[in-house]
């Protein structure tokens, strides 16, 4: 069965520390896609990022950077000198090839707080 | 901006009663899809349309049912409310309906109330 675990419900940081945001997944499908997804406090759900099941190269987008394993089943998350903007809810998600035609498995998300 | 529009923003009612949800996708796209996010359960898929027609079903009751319309624009009807019912409901759309390799673009949500 398909399944996404974030086990930190909550982290705080202070400014400019640097986080990471752990993402285990469960699947039988060989071909899959993870993504990550942000919740701000606005509360609409901004997508950040989306790899396939055959990519595991690292990919850094700025202060994000993200570290697929196939071997450990995980697709963490790392945001480097954190900002007070980075504070939201931060989803993990899995979608199958084989699953219900693209629907996203969420995770129950970490709420990263970021102080000044 | 996503693109993906929700109406109402905000929807109180009480127990019992029947409301309708409204999403309209990006341009383009022909999938839509339905999210519950509640304090207990998470984010979680309700329905998936492609082109007018239901593609895949996920956690929805029976209480529930939606549709897309030949303009694309989409429905989530609910009805006999209960208060377990209260969340945010998001409306995302995609391109394409066939694969799971299809970005999906979230609306702002519609926070529902149920007194």
């Known amino acids: 069965a398909q399944k996404v675990t974030q086990a930190q419900t909550e982290i705080s940081v202070v400014e400019k520390e640097d986080v990471t945001l752990d993402c285990v997944y469960e699947?039988?499908?060989?071909?899959?896609?993870l993504f990550w997804y942000k919740q701000p406090p606005s509360g609409e759900l901004v997508f950040l990022i989306r790899?396939?099941?055959?990519?595991?190269q690292n990919e850094i987008s700025g202060r994000y950077s993200w570290n697929f394993q196939k071997s450990t089943s995980s697709f963490n998350f790392t945001i480097t000198a954190s900002q007070v903007v980075d504070s939201a809810v931060y989803f993990c998600?899995?979608?199958?090839?084989?699953?219900?035609?693209?629907?996203?498995?969420f995770g129950k998300g970490t709420k990263l707080s970021v102080k000044p | 901006d996503s693109g993906v529009t929700q109406t109402p923003k905000h929807l109180i009612t009480a127990t019992g009663q029947r409301v309708t949800l409204r999403c309209s996708p990006r341009s383009g796209d022909l999938s839509v899809y339905w999210y519950q996010q509640s304090l207990d359960q998470g984010l979680q898929f309700l329905i998936q349309?492609?082109?007018?027609?239901?593609?895949a079903k996920g956690n929805i009751l029976e209480r529930f049912s939606a549709q897309q319309f030949p303009d694309l624009h989409s429905e989530l009807n609910l009805s006999s409310l209960e208060l377990g019912d209260s969340a945010l409901y998001f409306c995302a759309s995609s391109v394409a309906g066939e694969t799971a390799d299809n970005e999906q673009f979230f609306g702002p949500g519609t926070r529902l109330t149920v007194l």
């Open positions: 998600a899995l979608s199958e090839a084989g699953g219900s035609q693209g629907n996203l498995i």
């Open positions: 699947t039988r499908d060989t071909t899959y896609y």
């Open positions: 790899r396939n099941s055959f990519d595991e």
């Open positions: 349309y492609y082109n007018g027609e239901e593609r």
